[in-house]
């Protein structure tokens, strides 16, 4: 799919998007390429109960799926109440953000849509933007995130450029690295009012001086947590 001048998938409802009957999760998988010159795949609607997979139909004879954005965010996942449902990538999410989940940018911020997400995030794979690699948002999250493959963020300047970046209301679970984090700027920023959950890092996070070099060191991880 080829998006020439705006997004390249859009799946778009004003209520619910759901499975049949409206009680098991709907399934979004990709195992092709989709580039755009704005948003790769955009998903919302006021609540959302789906699985969406980026990975390959037969990992022994096709490579895995690509979704890459030339100057917006490669996937945005968002609800205005609710999302339910797992989100894996296996493949490659590249783009001026590479995944941003619960919330809308318009190119140079994210905005919360204010929803709350239950469910797992898991990264195999590669998500990598210029200014972040995964943006969680919104006002609350429930479930776990797993990092086995690279968030990145990879331009040089920026106050906002991570790998990681997570800025929710409260946060509940674990947020597991085994594989690398990294940003030019800040390799992790969690920002939550309450967290509850554990941090384990048996992979890589680490970060660079990028434009707040006065910080004069390493800014790998960074937590700031109200309560």
């Given amino acids: 799919i080829a998006g020439a001048g705006g997004s390249g998938l859009v799946i ?7 499975g049949a009957g409206g009680e098991i999760p709907s ?7 989709i580039n755009a010159a704005g948003v790769g795949l955009r998903i919302h609607a006021d609540n959302v109960l789906a699985d969406v997979t ?12 690509e ?3 030339q100057s917006g965010a490669a996937v945005v996942l968002s609800a205005n109440t609710s999302w339910v449902g797992n989100i894996t990538n296996d493949g490659t999410v590249s783009g001026l953000r ?7 940018s ?10 709350t997400y239950e469910g797992t995030i898991t990264n195999n794979g590669v998500m990598e933007g210029d200014l ?3 943006y969680i948002s919104g006002t609350s999250f429930d479930g776990a995130l797993v990092n086995d493959g690279q968030l990145i963020g990879t331009a040089t300047e920026g106050s906002a450029v991570a790998g990681l970046i997570v800025g929710v209301n409260n946060w509940t679970g674990n947020i597991t690295n085994t594989g690398l984090i990294q940003g030019a700027v800040t390799g992790a920023y969690i920002n939550a009012s309450t967290f509850s959950g554990n941090i384990v890092n048996d992979g890589q996070i680490s970060g660079g001086t990028g434009s707040i070099n006065q910080f004069q ?3 790998g991880l960074v937590i700031s947590v109200g309560t």
């Fill in 12 to 18: 778009s409802a004003t209520s619910s998007i759901t």
């Fill in 27 to 33: 399934q979004i998988h990709n195992t092709g390429i």
């Fill in 54 to 65: 980026n990975d390959s139909s037969d990992p022994l004879l096709f490579p895995p799926g």
């Fill in 67 to 69: 979704i890459t954005s």
């Fill in 98 to 104: 590479g995944m941003i989940v619960n919330g809308t």
């Fill in 106 to 115: 318009d190119g140079f911020q994210v905005f919360s849509t204010g929803g």
């Fill in 132 to 134: 972040v690699g995964l």
């Fill in 217 to 219: 060191f390493d800014p």
